[in-house]
């Protein structure tokens, strides 16, 4: 349904996004995880054509025999919102605060599918209460603000699928909400995801929200897509030095772990894009280094030149 | 004991909402009460909205409890006189979960850290050269001294920002969320930055947080916030394997 070959994303300041190639299946449930500046972000906009303006893209996407890249506004529109919908991490930005929520699901609706307005709301209703809101239909009348961080951010999950996409790609949806409420938010993700045959990519910082949710698993570093598989084989059996070092950073629940011992790290800091090493960005950091690492780049999966096939 | 915080109460009014009737109560923190020791990291875990930035504000003087008593050295710190309160607040220091809000863009860092040691009457020379060695304490060079926060990543201002509370000696560092902002590899490099300085400083932390990993990665004993009550403290061993209270269970659930 979604092939990436070869995608590019490049900025004055340096290259943002290197030669990303990747492919999703309808119903597939991907995650994309890494820290900041990894170009998560920028890969879920580029899906959408919507990189910034500043920046030169290179590559293709494909969707559904679609081209996106260098494709004209006007069939951009018709797929962002129709065919693929976005989630972003901020509800309260995402929605606008002087409408009430019915009439926010209920634009889509008449806008894309030309429904009347009663029709609109009887099915903004619904699609509330698909989401899990109580009590649907007084919750049309309610303004955002009067909504609660999660409930908020399960509009913006009814809002995205007004129009019955193929494919939802939720950035961050649960960095801004509290532990619980995530939890019950990626429940619903994967929930809807399963009813619908919906893809869904889940773009991430944390590991341990996409092993919830993906059955895929691409990890992202300095713009490179470093390792991609099965979400329990990359989780289990990392094989990327980059992807090995964060999961053994992460803090685990343990009662056992001897507390004189220092975690283990990864040292040093994502370098600025502008600061980019030309072969593979990981060198600098990485602890098994080899000579030629620097300057050339590593293909394949993992690309690494230690580890890749 | 170092800290003690006996039956803490705080409120605060919500705007008014309607003309004739009273401002709605928040009641931010309950009936709280516990101690921190020499040494010792207490883990504070909560959700936001459970109280436990008042009560790090609390345990910093910068409000006092509406009922009940913050006890530092068996001083209470509400009955004390600004000038002894001014000398008490140097006990206990504070860092913040933004290292970008938390440091003046227009200083150097050398400026930034020494600045705490203003009140302390050292002369220059002398807060120039401890600001050098804390900088060198936190794993910068003392060479950064005449850059300016921008020139930093967020871990790395994290770690100015701690260079910082630690300048004056404190005896007591509260860090509300100090990891929170930062990237998973960073995070582990800030937390095993501040075990060491409670290792060889014997620096007691109230280390807050709304990562049950995080806090349990560097906590001796655990309180778990549920609005505006602790309704569970114990040591982290104890927390992490036989969790009691529901809401602690409830957590670990999610986590």
């Given at each position: 349904m979604l092939a990436v070959s070869g995608l590019s994303v490049t900025f004055d300041a340096g290259q943002?996004?290197?030669?990303?190639?990747?492919?999703?299946?309808?119903?597939?449930?991907?995650?994309?995880?890494?820290?900041?500046?990894?170009?998560?972000?920028?890969?879920?906009?580029?899906?959408?054509?919507?990189?910034?303006?500043?920046?030169?893209?290179?590559?293709?996407?494909?969707?559904?025999?679609?081209?996106?890249?260098?494709?004209?506004?006007?069939?951009?529109?018709?797929?962002?919102?129709?065919?693929?919908?976005?989630?972003?991490?901020?509800?309260?930005?995402?929605?606008?605060?002087?409408?009430?929520?019915?009439?926010?699901?209920?634009?889509?609706?008449?806008?894309?599918?030309?429904?009347?307005?009663?029709?609109?709301?009887?099915?903004?209703?619904?699609?509330?209460?698909?989401?899990?809101?109580?009590?649907?239909?007084?919750?049309?009348?309610?303004?955002?603000?009067?909504?609660?961080?999660?409930?908020?951010?399960?509009?913006?999950?009814?809002?995205?699928?007004?129009?019955?996409?193929?494919?939802?790609?939720?950035?961050?949806?649960?960095?801004?909400?509290?532990?619980?409420?995530?939890?019950?938010?990626?429940?619903?993700?994967?929930?809807?995801?399963?009813?619908?045959?919906?893809?869904?990519?889940?773009?991430?910082?944390?590991?341990?929200?996409?092993?919830?949710?993906?059955?895929?698993?691409?990890?992202?570093?300095?713009?490179?897509?470093?390792?991609?598989?099965?979400?329990?084989?990359?989780?289990?059996?990392?094989?990327?030095?980059?992807?090995?070092?964060?999961?053994?950073?992460?803090?685990?629940?343990?009662?056992?772990?001897?507390?004189?011992?220092?975690?283990?790290?990864?040292?040093?800091?994502?370098?600025?894009?502008?600061?980019?090493?030309?072969?593979?960005?990981?060198?600098?950091?990485?602890?098994?280094?080899?000579?030629?690492?620097?300057?050339?780049?590593?293909t394949g999966n993992p690309a690494c030149h230690r580890e890749g096939a | 004991m170092l800290l003690r915080v006996e039956n803490a109460h705080r409120s605060y009014r919500l705007p008014r909402t309607h003309l004739l009737r009273t401002a709605p109560l928040i009641r931010a923190v309950q009936d709280v009460s516990l101690t921190v020791g020499r040494g010792e990291i207490l883990g504070i875990v909560g959700e936001s909205g459970s109280g436990k930035s008042t009560l790090a504000r609390m345990i910093m003087g910068f409000e006092p409890p509406d009922q009940g008593h913050v006890r530092l050295n068996g001083q209470d710190l509400a009955t004390l006189g600004a000038r002894v309160l001014r000398q008490a607040r140097r006990q206990v220091q504070m860092v913040f979960q933004d290292p970008y809000d938390s440091l003046d863009p227009r200083r150097s860092i050398g400026w930034s850290v020494a600045e705490p040691l203003l009140a302390g009457g050292m002369d220059a020379p002398a807060r120039h050269a401890r600001a050098a060695d804390m900088l060198s304490r936190v794993g910068l060079s003392p060479a950064d001294m005449a850059r300016y926060p921008h020139e930093f990543s967020g871990g790395q201002r994290q770690r100015i920002a701690i260079a910082r509370a630690i300048a004056p000696e404190p005896a007591l560092l509260v860090a509300d969320e100090p990891v929170a902002a930062l990237d998973v590899s960073v995070q582990a490099q800030v937390l095993n930055l501040l075990m060491d300085l409670n290792r060889h400083l014997g620096l007691a932390m109230v280390f807050i947080s709304h990562d049950l990993a995080v806090v349990a990665s560097i906590a001796d004993r655990i309180a778990v916030m549920q609005a505006g009550r602790i309704v569970e403290l114990g040591t982290t061993a104890k927390i992490v394997t036989t969790p009691e209270h529901p809401y602690t269970k409830a957590l670990f659930a999610a986590a």
């Open positions: 943002a996004l290197r030669d990303a190639s990747m492919t999703l299946a309808r119903g597939e449930r991907l995650g994309i995880a890494g820290e900041s500046g990894s170009g998560k972000t920028l890969l879920g906009l580029s899906l959408l054509g919507m990189a910034p303006e500043a920046a030169s893209v290179t590559g293709s996407v494909v969707f559904d025999g679609q081209h996106v890249v260098g494709a004209a506004e006007r069939d951009l529109r018709a797929l962002r919102g129709q065919r693929i919908a976005m989630v972003f991490q901020e509800p309260l930005s995402a929605l606008n605060p002087l409408r009430r929520i019915g009439d926010l699901i209920a634009e889509p609706l008449r806008l894309h599918r030309g429904m009347g307005r009663a029709a609109a709301m009887d099915r903004a209703a619904a699609l509330l209460d698909e989401v899990g809101l109580p009590d649907p239909v007084s919750r049309l009348r309610q303004f955002p603000h009067e909504m609660s961080g999660g409930q908020r951010q399960r509009v913006t999950i009814a809002l995205a699928l007004a129009c019955d996409p193929d494919l939802l790609i939720a950035d961050e949806p649960t960095t801004a909400l509290d532990v619980q409420v995530a939890a019950l938010i990626l429940a619903l993700l994967r929930d809807l995801s399963e009813r619908r045959r919906m893809a869904l990519i889940l773009i991430s910082h944390d590991l341990r929200a996409i092993a919830r949710v993906t059955d895929r698993l691409a990890i992202m570093y300095g713009g490179d897509l470093v390792e991609q598989g099965p979400t329990a084989q990359v989780l289990g059996m990392p094989r990327h030095p980059y992807t090995r070092g964060l999961i053994a950073a992460r803090p685990i629940l343990s009662a056992t772990r001897d507390r004189s011992a220092p975690l283990p790290t990864i040292p040093g800091t994502v370098p600025a894009l502008s600061a980019l090493p030309p072969g593979c960005r990981f060198a600098g950091r990485c602890p098994v280094e080899l000579p030629h690492c620097r300057t050339t780049r590593p | -």
